[in-house]
């Protein structure tokens, strides 16, 4: 009998034609459960998705022993029998429609009829195939109820909120019976609560005899995690007992800087002259879907230069709402909603609301297009389109060159999107958000999988922007640190209901 699960040793780590690691050593024992920490691109989900089996390996050694405890006839059975038992949850998802014949795409929730093409939580979660082995501990029930999806088990997976979707994965994952679970910066898109109760959600799942590897922050390193690994440009660099691990050594350099003149520049171009009396003003607005209520009576009035954040549990309404403002649902026209001193259904298009509005959220990120360049995507940000789908504007370009400076990204100018980091992704989609210099930001959980340093140079870059500005600002996160300081106003939404 091994106690080895996994280990590779010496080997070289390809994607495509980008080689991921050089010399790459690490193994996991049974009864480990292991954190690995290191800035955004220091390899944390490459090294997740080598262990899955993802990438091309060469050179080296590497063996699994997850099977060890099957019988062989349990063995002839399964083909791929190591990858059956390893459960990876990722920060996108890969849900497809009924029909499967396409993915979900970005404004499906909101339209009645495509939003019925898509499975119930009930239905996915009992397509899920597993492993038969000895002990199995994670019933249906068992899981539903840990990881408070009951409720929801009857709500289509379109409609799901970001941190439900999160649970969701995590349901999926220990359905399969998995020996090894991998996940990577699970707590993103979390609300406070649940992120509370993740602690001994984790301890559950590990009491229960799974092995875990989590990509996770430093300072959100479960009490069930026994080794760390720290990652360096593609580098396992320390591997430590968490005993001995002392998170002081491996906090982030927290020094900053914005070039405020160059920003100032930035924000002049293209600017919108006009100073709206009301950028949203909403009287009793009432969403609702069947017999489900999302939004219940709200009332919201932003002026030109408010500073708002929009706070609230997963499932509260935050999405749907933000989706009223943007453009992006259909109910907004039942309503009594003014945006840019127009009311809604009074011959404005939507195209004429999107170019007002700078936008980022977590769906706008799981659904965008990943196969246009990083400058690209930016420059994209001009039209309101989920890609450049027209010849490159030079001037244009040259701008986005500019933002992506700005946000410290101009490394990836030419490289795919979908080739580089989560985070990095997430901070094209906020420079494509910028680039028009709009009127209204609406930026939806913006932080997420983000580095220490990269949070704290975009918090300030907001502040900056708002100083230089009058531009308005909703700001939706589940962590209290991410709010800007010049967010000075807050909307809180529990069970579709403005709450003090």
């Not at 939507?350 to 360049?373: A, M, R």
């Amino acid at each position: 009998m091994f106690n080895i699960l996994f280990s590779i040793n010496n080997a070289t780590v390809r994607f495509l034609t980008n080689t991921l690691f050089k010399d790459l050593t690490f193994k996991i024992n049974k009864g480990e459960n292991w954190a690995l920490i290191g800035q955004s691109g220091s390899g944390k989900s490459a090294l997740l998705q080598t262990i899955a089996g993802r990438f091309n390996i060469t050179g080296g050694t590497v063996s699994y022993h997850l099977g060890d405890e099957l019988s062989n006839a349990q063995l002839n059975k399964s083909i791929n029998l190591n990858n059956k038992l390893i459960a990876l949850v990722e920060p996108r998802h890969h849900f497809r429609n009924l029909s499967n014949t396409t993915d979900f795409y970005y404004q499906q929730r909101y339209n009645s009829s495509d939003s019925e093409d898509a499975l119930t939580v009930n239905d996915y979660l009992l397509s899920i195939k597993s492993v038969p082995r000895p002990g199995t501990y994670w019933t249906f029930d068992k899981t539903l109820s840990l990881l408070n999806l009951l409720g929801l088990r009857d709500k289509q997976l379109i409609k799901l909120s970001n941190g439900e979707t999160k649970r969701l994965m995590l349901a999926a994952a220990l359905l399969k019976n998995p020996i090894l679970l991998l996940l990577d910066n699970p707590l993103t898109g979390l609300d406070v609560k649940t992120r509370q109760e993740f602690n001994g959600i984790i301890e559950q799942i590990t009491a229960s005899g799974i092995s875990l590897i989590m990509a996770t922050p430093v300072h959100e390193i479960p009490d069930a995690i026994t080794h760390v690994a720290v990652l360096e440009n593609g580098a396992v660099v320390h591997q430590i007992a968490k005993a001995e691990f002392n998170a002081g050594q491996f906090e982030p350099d927290t020094t900053d800087s914005i070039d405020t003149e160059e920003l100032s520049n930035l924000l002049n171009i293209g600017k919108n002259p006009v100073a709206y009396n009301w950028i949203v003003k909403m009287d009793k607005v009432h969403i609702q879907y069947g017999d489900k209520v999302i939004l219940d009576d709200v009332n919201w009035e932003l002026k030109t230069g408010d500073r708002w954040a929009l706070l609230g549990p997963n499932g509260a309404g935050k999405s749907t709402l933000l989706s009223l403002i943007n453009g992006d649902n259909p109910q907004a026209y039942a309503n009594n909603i003014i945006l840019f001193d127009k009311k809604r259904g009074t011959g404005e298009s939507i195209w004429d609301i999107k170019k007002k509005i700078g936008f980022v959220s977590p769906e706008l990120h799981q659904y965008f297009p990943t196969d246009n360049s990083c400058l690209q995507v930016i420059e994209s940000g001009y039209y309101d389109t989920l890609g450049l789908f027209r010849l490159s504007n030079k001037e244009r370009a040259g701008v986005a060159l500019r933002w992506m400076k700005a946000l410290e990204i101009d490394q990836y100018a030419r490289t795919l999107l979908k080739n580089i980091p989560a985070s990095a992704q997430r901070l094209c989609l906020l420079a494509r958000a910028l680039i028009k210099n709009p009127s209204l930001l609406i930026f939806d959980e913006p932080c997420q999988g983000m580095d220490d340093h990269q949070q704290l140079h975009f918090k300030n870059l907001i502040d900056t922007i708002c100083s230089l500005s009058n531009v308005t600002l909703i700001y939706v996160t589940h962590y209290q640190h991410e709010i800007p300081n010049s967010v000075d106003k807050v909307l809180r939404l529990d069970k579709g209901k403005v709450v003090n």
